[in-house]
């Protein structure tokens, strides 16, 4: 069973991660979170629209538009990441390894009696 | 698709008719797009599964506007809040007209009437009214 995956700065990172090797649509970033993470991990949707969206008025990525079906109620928008995306992928990914290292300091420094 | 897939998405489309009709629009679109693309790998899937994967109605609508309250929402409600306000300066300078019409009436009624009492012989301080009605 995978852990859905809450915390924005983290599925931002995963998303400018993913959109560097191709353009994808929402539904396939969802499906290769899950898959790259052997299932650990598992992204929403309606987590995952709102960060592409905000990703795309920030200009981290671009979108295009392809309708699917007859009756054009359907689209898939597929994303592109920007030089500035790749940018903001370098930072987040910078941060969060920094939150990591942290995380770590504590736990190290923490004796099993103060945890207990 | 499937009418308890439509109720799902009626249901987040009502909800989101507070950010510009555009936008909701154009989300709608692409999350029928990208259900559909999940109905396809999984033809016997069910509503709780749609819900599972994509999140209830109220959990998309919730993401959806905690992070899209950006300055476009804002703007959207700003415009929202200019039309009523215009709306409602509009009525009342149409009641106010409204009001001098009808009071100007009552005022051209009423000479009116004195001047049909005059032309009666009531009054007689205006000699000309009778000529002049």
């Known amino acids: ?116 | 698709m499937r009418k308890d897939f439509e109720k799902y998405f009626r249901e987040i489309d009502k909800h989101l008719s507070l950010i510009p009709k555009r936008d909701h629009k154009t989300f709608i679109k692409e999350l029928r797009g990208n259900v559909a693309d999940y109905l396809e790998e999984n033809p016997t899937a069910c509503l709780d599964d749609i819900e599972l994967v994509f999140g209830t109605p109220a959990q998309v609508v919730d993401e959806f506007l905690v992070d899209v309250k950006s300055q476009r929402f804002l703007d959207s409600l700003n415009r929202k809040n200019i039309i009523r306000i215009m709306a409602v300066t509009i009525a009342l300078i149409a009641t106010v007209l409204a009001a001098i019409f009808v009071v100007d009436t009552i005022n051209f009624n009423h000479g009116y009437g004195m001047n049909s009492n005059a032309q009666a012989g009531h009054s007689a301080t205006d000699p000309n009214a009778i000529e002049t009605y």
């Not at chain 1, 898959?35 to 991990?41: A, E, G, N, Q, V």
């Open chain 1, 1 to 116: 069973m995978s852990s859905t995956i809450y915390d924005k700065n983290i599925i931002e990172m995963l998303v400018l991660f993913l959109l560097c090797k191709e353009d994808l649509y929402a539904y396939n970033i969802m499906k290769l979170i899950q898959s790259m993470s052997h299932d650990i991990l598992s992204v929403q949707g309606g987590s995952l629209y709102p960060i592409l969206y905000k990703l795309t008025e920030k200009g981290y990525i671009t979108d295009r538009v392809e309708v699917i079906g007859k009756r054009q109620r359907m689209t898939r928008v597929y994303y592109h990441i920007t030089e500035s995306g790749k940018n903001h992928l370098q930072e987040l990914i910078d941060n969060n390894n920094r939150i990591q290292l942290g995380i770590r300091n504590v736990f190290e420094n923490a004796s099993v009696e103060e945890i207990q």
